[in-house]
């Protein structure tokens, strides 16, 4: 099982990034996909999730109106827009792949740095 995520890296207050998570090794079309971040000496947070067929996404309240979450299950990714950057966004982001049908199964990457200068 792999979760590979990209599209991290530095970028000025007001900006825009876009994440990426490809996956492999499950049926990546039966798992819901969600984005989470961690910045230093905090705990990591949930920041959007995605159900299996994107009929539903869910964001937490500190970027609600400003990320995206997407998924292309052609391509076994899920993706995140992140628009109105500021540096409170600075943190790793990690996508997670939690299956549909047994919750207990979950799968983690290793997180792409984002930082955010003011």
């Known amino acids: 099982v792999q979760l590979v995520e990209s599209g991290g890296g530095l970028v000025q207050s007001g900006g825009s990034l876009r994440l990426s998570c490809a996956t492999s090794?499950?049926?990546?079309?039966?798992?819901?996909m969600s984005w989470h971040r961690q910045a230093p000496g905090q705990e990591r947070e949930r920041v959007a999730s995605i159900t299996w067929d994107g009929s539903i996404t869910d964001y937490g309240d500190s970027v609600k109106g400003r990320f995206t979450i997407s998924r292309d299950n052609a391509k076994n990714t899920v993706y995140l827009q992140m628009d109105s950057l500021g540096p409170e966004d600075t943190a790793v982001y990690y996508c997670q792949g939690r299956d549909s049908y047994a919750a207990a199964r979950v799968y983690w990457g290793q997180g792409t740095q984002v930082t955010v200068s003011s």
């Open positions: 090794g499950f049926t990546f079309s039966r798992y819901s």
